[in-house]
């Protein structure tokens, strides 16, 4: 089974401005992630895919492989597809391009559970944690997801899911953390098929594997990965670099 790790990197963000791009610690925030993603010794290969002939040539200056986008994309899933549609790999895992302090546990645990599918019921993997804080659950911007008792998606939502009519049954909260391993057919699927109406309404690409029956297998973790969306969190992001001297 080959597997490979796939860095989509967009060069526009709103919240902190040419993000990946940022110094941290004398490396892009970009290249610490390549370069985690490498060490981690997980992958028989490492990509980044961009738009950004600045994060291109960031990358293939520190003898790094890269791949340029030749389309606009509306999601990681498409950019992603497009660069794999030519490379021999089964499973392909999704990095995120802004968070370079890669914790292998939870990526052990999706490789693992390709490993363990002889009979090729799972389409993708992806990572859930439980939240109890009324705040995170009403939050619309943590992402909620459902699970049966296969822990099988059922359904991903921006708003309360389940709804807590009754408060003493004992329901858990998971959050979706956005980490994905895919069969590489299922990414090839998906970039061919149209947004329906609960992806566009919920502005979430993976109900769009939900609505053409693909299954999404969930692992719940305790990790909870350093993002870096502001800079406040590039400031706490350097802090940590500092204080830790594997980085």
Known sequence: ??????????YASTRL??????????????TRTYEAAVASNLFDDVFVVTDSELILNEILSRKGKAIMSQKQH???SDRIAEAIENIDVDIVVNIQGDEPFINKAPLVEL????????TNQIDLASLMREITSQNDI?????????VDQNNFALYFSRSV??????TNVGVRYFQHIGIYAFRKQALLDFSRLPMKSLEASEKLEQ???LEFGKRIKMIETQHVGIGIDTLEDLE????????NATF
């Open 1 to 10: 089974m080959k597997i490979i790790a796939v860095i989509p990197a967009r």
């Open 17 to 30: 401005p040419a993000k990946l791009m940022q110094d941290l610690h004398g490396k892009p925030v970009i």
């Open 74 to 76: 509306e999601s990681g």
């Open 111 to 118: 490789i693992n559970t390709f490993k363990n599918d002889v």
């Open 138 to 146: 009403e939050n619309p911007n943590h992402v909620k997801v459902v």
């Open 161 to 166: 899911i389940p709804y807590p009519r009754e």
């Open 207 to 209: 109900l769009r594997y």
């Open 236 to 243: 706490k992001a350097r802090k940590f670099i500092q204080t």
